[in-house]
């Protein structure tokens, strides 16, 4: 099985090739970047910071999945290879970075307007029959959230098909949906395992987001586990470290195995 297998292949690499941690401290570290505002109380920093990070993340991110790839393979998988992945990858994903975003957005965007027009519709079933409007609403709200994880499923790949195939831009994206088309059903697996288990790493983090929200974690959880921030972040950047550094080798891995399997993206005429 597709999925098993590169969950295998990520644990075999992650443990011959400690380099893929200190990648993934990178990015555990850069993710917590959005918190310094709160312990420094300098919100303007913290804005900066946060746009760097989101620059830099695709310079990371080639270079981790360029290094993944090599460890999988069981090539050199040194510190040279990762900033040579990183800088010829670039540009091409930065701007599918962009483009990604743009698409995720203008989908919750388009259907959140279809969503407004037919809310205006449930207001008034909710005139004859308030259960039915309520209903109706959550339906709109199921549909409106598959649809942008649809999108995303479809569109997810474009990364590693950027750094493995050496694909442009827009074929990235073609064949990124042509890759899950071929294997919807295994590739709607490995994403909600994925998504589910790597989301276990990112506890610490979400405590940090209740701890400095408004509502607090009290508000949250039934009871207050008065963990300070000054232990959640540095445990939210080192289980981020390794969770990123073990599931991203695991995507590049089951990338490998599905392009493997996969025929080509016909050409167009």
């Known amino acids: 099985m597709v999925t098993v297998s590169a969950f295998k292949d990520g644990f075999t690499a992650l443990r011959a090739n400690p380099i893929l941690l200190v990648a993934g401290l990178l990015v555990g570290a850069g993710s917590q970047l959005q918190y310094v505002d709160r312990l420094i109380e300098s919100p303007f920093l913290s804005a900066g910071m946060s746009l760097a990070w989101l620059i830099v993340f695709p310079f990371v991110i080639g270079g981790f999945i360029g290094t993944a790839r090599a460890a999988i393979d069981g090539a050199d998988a040194s510190f040279t290879?990762?900033?040579?992945?990183?800088?010829?990858?670039?540009?091409?994903?930065?701007?599918?970075?962009?483009?990604?975003?743009?698409?995720?957005?203008?989908?919750?965007?388009?259907?959140?307007?279809i969503g407004f027009v037919l809310g205006i519709g449930s207001m008034a079933l909710a005139a004859i029959n308030e259960m039915a409007a309520f209903v109706a609403?959550?339906?709109?709200?199921?549909?409106?959230?598959?649809?942008?994880?649809?999108?995303?499923?479809?569109?997810?790949?474009?990364?590693?098909?950027?750094?493995?195939?050496?694909?442009?831009?827009?074929?990235?994206?073609?064949?990124?949906?042509?890759?899950?088309?071929?294997?919807?059903?295994s590739v709607a697996g490995?994403?909600?395992a994925w998504v589910?288990?790597?989301n276990v790493f990112f506890i610490p983090e979400y405590?940090?987001?209740?701890?400095?929200?408004?509502?607090?974690?009290?508000?949250?959880?039934?009871?207050?586990?008065?963990?300070?921030?000054?232990?959640?972040l540095p445990l939210g950047i080192a289980l981020s470290a390794i969770g990123f550094a073990y599931f991203y080798t695991v995507y590049t891995a089951y990338y490998m195995r599905l392009i493997a399997v996969s025929p080509a993206v016909p050409e167009t005429t």
């Open 81 to 113: 290879h990762f900033f040579t992945a990183a800088r010829t990858h670039y540009l091409r994903l930065l701007l599918a970075s962009v483009l990604f975003v743009l698409l995720v957005f203008g989908t919750a965007i388009g259907l959140g307007f």
């Open 190 to 192: 490995f994403s909600l």
């Open 137 to 185: 609403g959550v339906i709109s709200l199921l549909i409106w959230l598959m649809s942008i994880l649809v999108v995303m499923m479809f569109v997810q790949f474009y990364d590693t098909a950027i750094v493995i195939e050496n694909k442009s831009v827009t074929d990235a994206f073609r064949r990124s949906v042509w890759i899950v088309r071929s294997n919807l059903k």
């Open 207 to 232: 405590l940090i987001q209740m701890t400095i929200s408004d509502a607090g974690p009290a508000e949250v959880l039934p009871i207050d586990l008065g963990i300070p921030i000054a232990f959640l």
């Open 196 to 198: 589910v288990l790597m």
